[in-house]
């Protein structure tokens, strides 16, 4: 066994209230026992290293360093001293729970797969500005799921086509539009003119609907540029920039939380990339901690996946994250663990991907009323085209929330009704 990696096992050890502790799921290396591969964990995340030191007398490395004080099966649950972190500081944290640790030859495979965050840690973060309720006071809808779009295809239109189609999913009955999350500023649709081009097709239906729309423009890019563009759109009288979170960094995330503090704008935030992190059930991290991650930053609304769309997940991953990012309280279930948000309110969880009308009820049967269900392909691929398609997501909605069959509401809904002729209904 490599030098000093039992002085971080202590199974004896009661976590304090201000310990930050992580649960990972964990496969020793060839010829590496579990105490050891858990020791190395420990060690590496916190004080160690593979050899014993001259620079810091043992008590003081044990006092401070990471504690294993569980191990049940292939998890292991670690604490650690808040004194470890620096407050406020995202990537800093991740260098220590999520850095060198997943190449160490000790470990075979290794997955973060939660995190419990002690007050001081939470509380150097702001959270969402705007959360579940700030959102739908905007929106003046207080009951129902949130309705919207992505415009598609995801590249390709000009920016006078992309304010078109967004007008035309509007004035079909949806809440939002939404740019894709690789759509910036390419040169056939520049960032600046698509925003003026939407934002005045935003307020054109609102006008002509009676009801309160919002238009997520993606702001991601380099972080001078970004906080630019979040800028622009709040000189043109826009409430809401998007970002996606994980291709920005953390550390661009936290800029452009604090930006919104003088702004004012809801921040829409996409996963693009998380799969290369979650997706491995043994490796990585999980797309729970990734959520809680973006809470604490402050992204007032958070993608999680659908379970019943095109992206991987399932019901009860997703059902978790819901929870945990839309609660105040969380409870300990299986691997995961219980969490007082305190201060930090509630993220508005966002289902995307491969929907259309035919999946509102089993989402809503899934996940609750608050969610925000977004189609894209699902909207503009109905074959009477994107107003015909958002008429479609409304109609389902409405049925669902009047407990009427989606069949039955379609007899007398003809956008609805082919909607389901075209993709069907899901069924959970």
């Known amino acids: 066994m490599k030098s000093g990696y039992l002085r971080y096992i202590n199974f004896s050890y009661k976590p304090t209230k201000d310990d930050l502790i992580c649960v990972f799921k964990f496969k020793p290396g060839k010829g590496v026992s579990k105490k050891e591969a858990a020791g190395a964990i420990a060690s590496e995340s916190s004080t160690g290293t593979w050899t014993k030191l001259t620079t810091i ?29 620096e407050p406020g500081n995202m990537p800093q944290i991740l260098s220590s729970i999520a850095g060198n640790v997943f190449g160490m030859k000790e470990i075979e495979t290794l997955r973060l797969v939660d995190v419990k965050w002690p007050e001081k840690i939470k509380n150097s973060f702001k959270g969402p500005q705007f959360g579940v309720n ?11 799921p949130l309705c919207g779009t992505i415009v598609k295809p995801k590249l390709g239109l000009t920016s006078k086509q992309h304010a078109r189609v967004a007008y035309e999913s509007w004035v079909g009955g949806l809440d939002i539009v939404k740019d894709d999350e690789n759509l910036t500023s390419q ?20 006008k002509e609907t009676g009801e309160k729309k919002v238009y997520m423009c993606n702001v991601t890019a380099e972080t001078k540029e970004m906080l630019k563009r979040a800028r622009f ?15 920005v960094g953390f550390s661009g995330l936290q800029t452009l939380r604090d930006e919104m503090d003088d ?64 609660n105040k309280f969380v409870t300990k279930k299986g691997h995961r663990l219980s969490e007082d948000w305190g201060k930090i309110k509630p993220v508005f969880a966002v289902c995307s991907g491969g929907l259309y009308p ?71």
């Open 233 to 247: 759109l709040k000189e043109l009288g826009n409430e809401y920039a998007m970002v996606d979170i994980l291709t």
């Open 134 to 144: 700030g959102v739908r006071k905007l929106l003046r809808v207080k009951k129902r």
């Open 187 to 206: 040169s056939f649709n520049k960032f600046k003119k698509r925003a003026e081009e939407t934002i005045k097709m935003k307020w054109k239906a609102e």
């Open 263 to 326: 702004l004012k704008l809801v921040l829409h935030g996409h996963r693009a990339m998380h799969a290369a992190l979650t997706r491995n059930k043994e490796h990585g991290i999980s797309m729970l901690v990734l959520a809680e991650i973006a809470r604490l930053i402050g992204v007032d609304q958070l993608h999680i996946g659908t379970a019943v769309g095109k992206m991987h997940g399932s019901k009860r991953e997703i059902i978790s994250i819901v929870e945990d990012i839309e």
């Open 57 to 85: 007398t043992e008590k003081r490395q044990t006092k401070i360093g990471a504690k294993v004080f569980e191990i049940k099966g292939n998890y292991v649950k670690i604490a650690y001293p808040s004194i470890l972190f």
């Open 358 to 428: 035919g999946t509102v009820p089993a989402l809503v049967k899934m996940f609750g009323k608050d969610i925000i269900i977004q189609a894209g392909g699902g909207v503009h691929g109905h074959p009477l085209g994107t107003r015909a398609g958002a008429k479609a997501m409304r109609q389902a909605i409405e049925a669902t929330m009047n407990n009427i069959s989606l069949n039955d509401y379609a007899k007398t809904h003809k956008e609805l009704n082919i909607a389901i002729k075209k993709w069907g209904v899901v069924h959970v």
